[in-house]
């Protein structure tokens, strides 16, 4: 069993910051990638940010300068730091790892989502 927990949403004026945080637990044998996706009310999930085991990211460009993911592999979590929010980024946010629970067995587990709200 695998359990993706995500925190650290919540209520922030346009130009503040959040940190997310999401942790991996449970039966795991190695994490790949892990990432962090939103999805805004009558939009698709689209890509947020996202960061190998080795430590190379990749971000969506509408929040690059801005964000920042981050992950400590000691832990299984994975931060995305967002500064400088826009209303533009209100949405639930979701974390997803790329991970195998045995060497043969590789599957994406999600989070239940965290919302943030940015008030303009």
């Known amino acids: 069993q695998v359990q993706v927990v995500e925190s650290g949403g919540g209520l922030v004026q346009a130009g503040g910051s959040l940190r997310l945080s999401c942790a991996v637990s449970?039966?795991?044998?190695?994490?790949?990638?892990m990432g962090w996706y939103r999805q805004a009310p009558g939009n698709q999930r689209e890509l947020v940010a996202a960061?190998?085991?080795?430590?190379?990211?990749n971000y969506a460009d509408s929040v690059k300068g801005r964000f920042t993911i981050s992950r400590d592999n000691a832990k299984n979590t994975v931060y995305l730091q967002m500064n400088s929010l826009k209303p533009e980024d209100t949405a639930v946010y979701y974390c997803?790892?790329?991970?195998?629970?045995?060497?043969?067995?590789?599957?994406?587990?999600w989070g239940q989502g965290t919302q943030v709200t940015v008030s303009s």
């Open positions: 997803n790892a790329d991970l195998r629970v045995t060497y043969y067995r590789r599957n994406a587990y």
């Open positions: 449970g039966r795991i044998f190695s994490i790949n990638a």
């Open positions: 960061v190998t085991s080795g430590g190379s990211t």
